[in-house]
């Protein structure tokens, strides 16, 4: 009795040994990850405070590379969204326009939501406007732009009024290339597209007078004079409506 007594309570020792040996290693593991974690997120502190200094001391395109280092190393971070819009507007301050456009891209295919609240199309609108050169080429970018506008929060009323410009003045300027190549008909169509699509363009007045001296050569008299009313309609004290007036 008293050997099965040993017995029983060694092996109860034994076991509850065992039973604390497994929570000292589970703890330990437990511990070990905490600690990891912690590592983690003071490395990720510190890429964020050093890009943060970088900005403050107006070093944007090192600043957005030390942005987009929380990104690539800590994507599932609630920092990377907020990365990725600093870097994108870092690039952007620093003149580098295609790395802050393909980064405002990363970031609304990511965050769609984010991104409208953030109002990431801004940067892209600014970063395509940049991107603009030769106003006499076809510029994809200025359909993107003027997609993108009213779906921003901000004000681009210059910038749209800018790329309004620019479309209107290939108009014209295809409207001056056929009419000098003898075919009044076609340069009649890019005149009218700036006088209904860009109403509001620099080249209106001008096209109008252009269309009455169409008419006027064409012996369209009923048209020429169609013309001459909306121009007193609209614009009474436009030089080219004196001008259209005198034609004869």
Not at 7 to 30: M, P, R, W
Not at 83 to 89: C, D, Q, V, Y
Request: proline share 2%; with cysteine; charged share 30%.
């Amino acid at each position: 009795m008293a050997l099965f007594l040993y017995t029983l309570s060694s092996s109860g020792l034994y076991d509850l040994n065992l039973e604390k040996s497994a929570a000292v290693k589970e703890n330990k593991k437990v511990n070990q990850k905490s600690s990891d974690q912690k590592d983690k997120v003071s490395d990720l502190q510190k890429i964020w405070l050093n890009a943060e200094d970088l900005l403050k001391r107006k070093k944007y395109s090192q600043a957005a590379e030390k942005y987009l280092e929380i990104e690539e190393n800590y994507p599932t971070s609630s920092k990377a969204k907020y990365a990725i819009l600093k870097a994108a507007k870092s690039f952007y301050n620093a003149k580098e326009y295609e790395k802050s456009l393909e980064a405002a891209r990363v970031l609304k295919s990511i965050f769609p939501i984010f991104s409208g609240e953030m109002d990431v199309n801004s940067i892209i609108i600014k970063c395509l406007y940049k991107k603009i050169r030769d106003v006499g080429r076809d510029n994809s970018e200025i359909s993107e732009i003027l997609e993108l506008i009213p779906l921003s929060k901000s004000n681009h009323s210059e910038i749209r009024s800018k790329c309004i410009n620019i479309l209107a003045y290939q108009n014209f300027q295809l409207g001056i290339f056929y009419s000098k190549k003898g075919n009044p008909i076609v340069s009649l169509k890019y005149y009218g597209k700036i006088i209904k699509e860009y109403s509001k363009s620099d080249y209106v007045q001008e096209s109008l007078f252009r269309c009455a001296e169409i008419f006027q050569n064409i012996g369209s008299k009923r048209d020429k004079e169609r013309i001459l009313k909306y121009f007193e309609m609209k614009y009474p004290k436009s030089k080219w409506y004196v001008e259209a007036k005198n034609l004869n």
